[in-house]
């Protein structure tokens, strides 16, 4: 913890794409090209500061690391407090390495209210950096609200036709969940409070005080349902295919690499370490929830005709790997689920690229007016099958990886569960494969499609880093592992820890006035001379 | 050399990566020189690890090469690691080499595709992914290999996209070898479960200690792998992907059929020999899967017009076959009908595409007849291979073929069922194999007269590798000639180290004379076939018609494949995607988004009700408080 | 003898309902707004009177806030008429009803 002192890495990540938009107010708002430019020089500064918190970051602890504490509203125990460990360590980089690729793919895309549409995805990014790097609740509750603002307007204004209600249905979905949440930080505040006497929002002063179970039962189900609703799980998966058909390529491309993840990582920084038993207690509810996920993400994928909706309900069945890894709690299932949300950000958002510039050239993405692409546009086939396999989790490509990982930990702990979980590898094959089929392959018989341009320069330059990393996970990932190991080990040692300290102690008897503190309440109610009336009982 | 067997690999990985990346600006020749000459070095250095390896004393033949860790969680290690064997020497022998000879045919056969680049770089890929899955040392590595020959197979088989048969017999061998993976995967962890690594060589050490010998773990972890060998060698009930696969170029089929693919789940099963050996319930199942599937397979076989299905139900049998050796312990013998089938099926494939050059694409083996005068070569070898794979003896098929059914038979796990199985197999064998080669290059002309003006010899790039794979396919077998024909079944003795306790598990019960003897039956069923497909196709050429007029509805159900193809799509295609439109249409839409905006419209309707008693009139919004605030005061003064 | 508290009280309490019911008939603007005034004087008379019972000073504090603020409101409320007046014809609050749904 004696980082604060040093440079503040972390702020500047998160604040950078800030100052962009800062900048941005003074360009001139017709000029487009330098709106663009300066958005995704902004945007690559950012990725490129953001590679120094891999290189600096030390593998050998499960601590936080540059981490930054300062006091905010200190009466309210309020403060700014950020660091990273090697959970949320990658899920910044993944981050950070999107976002310049999703503004440089919408050059052609977005033509209308530029400087609004680059304003808005850098808003995204540092609300997302944000989300991932707070350790203060309060704090994380103020960047996770706050990112779904420009994700509304970037759906709602640049969308398709059904823009507003995707818009509208994505933000009352998230926001749900989210008040709920914001309940549970509340009373976790005052929990600790009540045991401590400190007043702090401060994660990791949470992370020492023993939650009663049936308290933890019900915070973990606020939390839950805020993070499962992010992730999505089934069935509160609707919003998620609606979100994906109508925002543009670029939103679509963060709503699935990012924004999705910040769902499972709620659950590892949140639920997990904070109620241990309720996250224990609950394990077979939600390993069900996912298998279901898994499989019924498939089958709906199965027989979808928009390519869009099919990559979105396969995003569900690929986060229903998430969380099954999530909720077997051991080394290889919690390494692989970080793998695999990683996997999936870069694999799924390169699906929805790919897509869209299949859209900018067709203006539709019903895969029945495709057919025979692969003879006019052999590039973008190559690069659509390298990316449909990865989807698919080919060995050797990132997606087998994190899937096998998931698998593996999840047969430790119930064969069962790996074992319908393994069916989605297969559906996943089938969904894909026959979308690819459909699209790629065949005779051009539509006389739209003859005349399609091959990818340009710049759109070979967008997918050509998605590749490499593709590859890289798949064939060298311990490069990633070996930075996880530390913080994942804590992290079931945080759970298995409390949970077995529970198991033998008995039920601590906590005070039953937790929620309002009285003596306040006598204060502020007596010069009013009215406080009486309530409660003459 | 040992130390460099990662060469092997190295090589078809350039060449696809130079191919695929840049072919499309080179030379044909050096696109030739680039695809053929990495499978050939990867030939060059095979030999040479395999000559080092036999340098070796027989009990330290065994070599592990660590390049880089790979997956490593936890407990959890893998590495991209190589371990040089018996076996393995073996298999990346038969494998480099029977590959670039399919790569020097390629050059001829493919000549006017303008996917020329694309399929030389698939090719390469194939190759490199067969070697890596044989040379992986430990499961996980193997699950790459094992992969990735299916992604290479439905990429081959897919070649000519643009035929949606194509297309969809690519995506089907895909998908029914995903099935077949996922129960290779769970095998896996299971595997990890139990020993705790995924290595080859402590597994198989270990596992007598670990592993209670026929006990509920041995068994699950051996069938849950051996589902991933049927889907990968096409047995019964995954075989459906590989009639289906001919829709690819010939080559790849004799690729796929011979040396990349197919062989996969053999090597697999050998491999983890000790494994298997623990559970004989398991051993059991693979010898009934590979000896109902070698007679089913030849029983579809005798009926089929299409050259390549003919081939294709061939290759299906004769896997069987091995896996019935491997079922009842005799794993050498399995592998050697593995190397000497990969000799002979991958001639007759290319024979078959030999053939087919020559007749502008023709398959159905109706419309052929009298082709041997036409193309020489080409008829010569394609009989060396019928030879061979019908097992009449001196051809490499009998010595193979003979040590499998003969351990059927004799072995501690054998069965005089079994021996049955694959006896009646044989006959078939040696009769559908004959007709298809009385009925393409005997007899009377049947060919169209533009077909007939075609015909031709094809040029050197294609039949000196049939010559040379012909060659192979006789002397093939004199590797493994039995003890009792005075032969020391040197490769038996070779693999031995590989497969460890395994040859005491099969020791013989019987005298050598009972050898003999089943010997000699083995060979009268072969040359019974023969004769019989000589009345039928050459003497009395109306008998097969009369035959099928008779027995009509056999004749139809097996004609039709015993509709296999239809009752899958109904039972389980079909249902599925029902479903699947179930949980869309229905849950997703109705219920789920029902209930959210059903939920939001309640909402709306309540506050159309609400919104009357907002008049507008701040009078009655006063009189309102007012009244609020005297029921207020009134209810806790009266109180 | 000072006045005793019930009688500001009943008073206070007349000037307050005669207030509210001002505004609840009246039609003309300018009428409910004084009637308002009446009742934020019925509560002051209260709150003085309670001041000097209970010998604290914040009720008299409390009048003079509310007496700023009832200048201010007065002062708003009939700006706001008047421009009502001035669009409308008419200070009938009958004819104002755009806060109506």
Not at chain 2, 564 to 589: H, S
Not at chain 3, 59 to 67: A, I
Request: charged share 10%; aromatic share 14%.
């Amino acid at each position: 913890m004696n980082m604060g002192e040093s440079f503040p890495i972390l702020t500047v990540v998160t604040f950078l794409p800030a100052l962009g938009i800062v900048l941005l107010l003074l360009v001139d708002k017709n000029r487009q090209l330098l709106v663009r430019n300066v958005a995704l020089f902004t945007s690559l500064v950012t990725f490129l500061v953001s590679l120094f918190l891999y290189f600096k970051f030390d593998p050998g602890t499960g601590d936080m690391q540059f981490v930054e504490l300062y006091s905010w509203i200190p009466s309210l125990g309020m403060g700014y407090h950020m660091g990273i460990d090697g959970i949320s360590l990658f899920l910044v980089l993944l981050t950070t390495f999107l976002t310049p690729i999703a503004i440089w793919s919408s050059y052609n895309a977005v033509t209308e209210k530029v400087k609004g549409f680059m304003i808005s995805i850098l808003a995204l990014e540092t609300g997302m950096i944000g989300v991932f790097v707070s350790l203060d609740l309060f704090l994380f509750y103020v960047f996770w609200e706050a990112m779904l603002i420009p994700m509304y307007f970037i759906i709602g204004v640049w969308g398709g036709p059904r823009r507003i209600y995707a818009a509208v249905k994505f933000i009352l979905f998230t926001m749900t969940g989210s008040l709920l949440m914001l309940v549970a930080i509340l009373a976790l505040y005052f929990v600790n409070q009540s045991y401590t006497g400190v007043a702090t929002f401060n994660l990791l002063d949470y992370q020492g005080i023993q939650i009663p179970f049936n308290y933890q039962i019900w915070m973990f189900l606020a939390f839950a349902l805020a993070f499962a609703i992010k992730v999505p799980m089934w069935p509160l998966h609707t919003w998620l295919p609606d979100a994906h058909v109508e925002a543009p390529t670029a939103g679509s491309v963060l709503l699935a690499a990012v924004l999705l993840k910040m769902g499972a990582y709620g659950f590892l920084r949140f639920c997990f370490p904070l109620f241990p038993e309720a996250t224990i207690h609950f394990i077979p509810l939600f390993s069900i929830l996912a298998i279901i996920g898994i499989i019924y993400g498939a089958f709906v994928a199965l027989v979808q005709k928009d390519v869009k909706s099919l990559v979105a309900y396969s995003s569900v069945s690929h986060l229903g790997f998430v969380m099954l890894g999530l909720f077997a709690l051991n080394m290889q299932s919690l390494e692989g689920s970080i793998l695999q949300m990683l996997s999936h950000g870069i694999s799924t958002g390169a699906l929805f690229l790919l897509v869209g510039m299949l859209y900018e050239r067709r203006h539709t993405r019903l895969i029945s007016d495709f057919g025979g692409i692969s003879k006019v546009m052999p590039v973008f086939a190559a690069f659509f099958m390298i990316v449909t396999l990865s989807s698919i989790g080919l060995p050797g490509t990132n997606g087998f990886v994190g899937e096998f990982l998931i698998l593996l930990g999840t047969f430790r702990e119930n064969w069962l569960y790996a074992a319908f979980g393994a069916t989605g590898i297969i559906l996943a094959a089938v969904y894909m494969l026959w979308m690819y089929q459909r699209v790629m392959f065949g005779k051009v018989d539509k006389p739209e499609n003859q005349k399609l341009k091959d990818l340009s320069l710049r759109e070979k330059l967008i997918l050509v880093p998605i590749v490499i990393v593709i590859f890289l996970i798949g064939i060298y990932p311990s490069a990633f592992t070996s930075r996880m190991e530390a913080s994942v080990a804590k992290l079931m040692e945080t759970v298995n820890e409390k949970y077995r300290v529970e198991e033998v102690m008995p039920q601590v008897q906590p005070r039953r006035d937790f929620q309002i503190d009285e003596s306040q309440l006598e204060v502020s109610t007596h010069s009013f001379g009215g406080g009486e009336i309530h409660r003459g009982q | 050399m040992l130390d460099k067997v990662w060469l092997v690999l190295l090589f078809p990985l350039l060449g696809f990566l130079l191919n695929g990346l840049f072919g499309w600006k080179f030379k044909r020749g050096l696109i030739n020189l680039i695809a053929c000459g990495s499978v050939g070095l990867s030939f060059l250095v095979s030999l040479g690890v395999f000559l080092d390896l036999l340098k070796l004393a027989p009990e330290a033949r065994h070599f592990e090469k660590v390049l880089f860790p790979w997956v490593v969680s936890g407990s959890f290690k893998t590495a991209f690691s190589f371990l040089v064997d018996p076996l393995s020497a073996l298999m990346i022998l038969v494998v480099s080499g029977v590959a670039f000879l399919i790569h020097i045919y390629s050059t001829g056969y493919m000549h006017d595709d303008p996917g020329y680049v694309r399929y030389f770089s698939y090719l390469n890929l194939f190759t490199f992914s067969m070697l890596l899955l044989v040379l992986a040392d430990n499961l996980l590595l193997m699950y790459i290999g094992w992969e990735a020959v299916g992604l290479c197979s439905y990429l081959l088989i897919g070649f000519w996209y643009e035929k949606k048969s194509a297309a969809d017999a690519g995506k089907k061998a895909f998908i029914v070898n995903r099935i077949g993976d996922f129960g290779f995967a769970l095998g896996i962890m299971l595997t990890f479960v139990i020993f705790g690594t995924v290595y080859f060589t402590p597994i198989l050490e270990r596992a007598p200690e670990v592993l209670q010998y026929g006990g509920a773990a041995a068994t699950a972890i051996t069938l849950l792998l051996f589902l991933g060998a049927v889907g990968k060698s096409a047995q019964i009930p995954l075989y459906v992907w590989l009639p289906d696969a001919m829709e690819g170029p010939t080559p790849v089929s004799a690729l796929i059929h011979a040396a990349t693919m197919v062989t996969a789940g053999i090597y697999m099963v050998a491999r983890l020999s000790a494994l298997f050996l623990m559970a004989p319930v398991s051993m059991l199942v693979v010898a009934i899967v590979g000896g109902v599937t070698a007679l089913y397979a030849a029983s579809i076989g005798l009926m089929q017009n299409d050259i390549k299905r003919v081939l294709a139900y061939s290759t299906i049998s004769q896997l069987g076959y091995m896996f019935l050796a491997c079922g009842v312990g005799a794993f050498g013998a399995g592998i050697f009908h593995l190397m000497t089938h990969a000799f002979f099926k991958a001639l007759l494939f290319l024979c078959a595409g030999s053939v087919m050059h020559a007749l502008a694409g023709e398959l159905n083996i109706q419309k052929m007849g009298g082709l041997k005068k036409h193309m020489p070569v080409t008829y010569w070898t394609f009989l060396m291979g019928t030879l061979a794979i019908a097992g009449i003896p001196g051809f490499s098929g009998f010595f193979s073929k003979d040590e499998i059914i003969w351990k059927a038979f004799s072995s501690a796990q054998g069965h005089f069922l079994l021996w049955f199985l694959g006896a009646a197999g044989a006959l078939m064998t040696a009769f559908y194999m004959f007709r298809l080669l009385f009925l393409t290059f005997h007899g009377k002309s049947r060919l169209t007269p533009e077909l007939e003006k075609r015909a031709h010899e094809s040029p050197n790039k294609m039949t000196v590798p049939l010559i040379i794979l012909a060659v192979l396919a006789v002397i093939g077998g004199y590797v493994g000639i039995p003890h009792l024909l005075g032969g020391g079944n040197r490769i038996e003795k070779f693999l031995e180290p590989s497969f460890g306790q395994v040859s005491k598990a099969v020791e013989t019960h019987h005298s050598g004379g009972v050898e003999l003897l089943m010997m000699i039956i083995s060979v009268l069923i072969a040359l019974g076939g023969v004769y019989l497909a000589y009345t039928f196709y050459i003497k009395k050429t109306e008998l097969p018609k009369k035959l099928a007029e008779r027995y009509r509805s056999i004749y139809t159900l097996i004609y039709n494949k015993y509709y296999v193809d239809e009752i899958y799509n109904a039972v389980i295609v079909q249902p599925l995607k029902f479903f699947a439109i179930i949980c869309w249409r229905f849950f997703d839409v109705i219920v789920i988004d029902g209930s959210a905006n059903g939920l939001a419209k309640l909402v709306g309707l309540i506050g159309n009700l609400i919104r009357r008693f907002e008049t507008g009139y701040v009078r009655n919004y006063a009189l309102g408080f007012v009244v609020g605030v005297v029921i207020i005061l009134g209810y806790f003064m009266l109180r | 003898m000072p006045v005793p508290l019930g009688y500001y009280l009943g008073l206070a309490a007349i000037i307050f309902t005669v207030g509210v019911i001002g505004v609840l008939v009246r039609r003309n603007a300018i009428i409910i707004l004084m009637s308002i005034e009446l009742m934020l004087n019925g509560a002051n008379l209260t709150l003085v009177a309670f001041s000097v019972h209970l010998q604290e000073l914040s009720g008299q504090v409390f009048v003079f806030l509310v007496m700023t603020v009832a200048a201010a409101e007065a002062a708003v409320g009939l700006a706001i008429i008047v421009m009502i007046f001035r669009n409308r014809e008419s200070v009938n609050v009958d004819n104002l009803n755009i806060m109506k749904w």
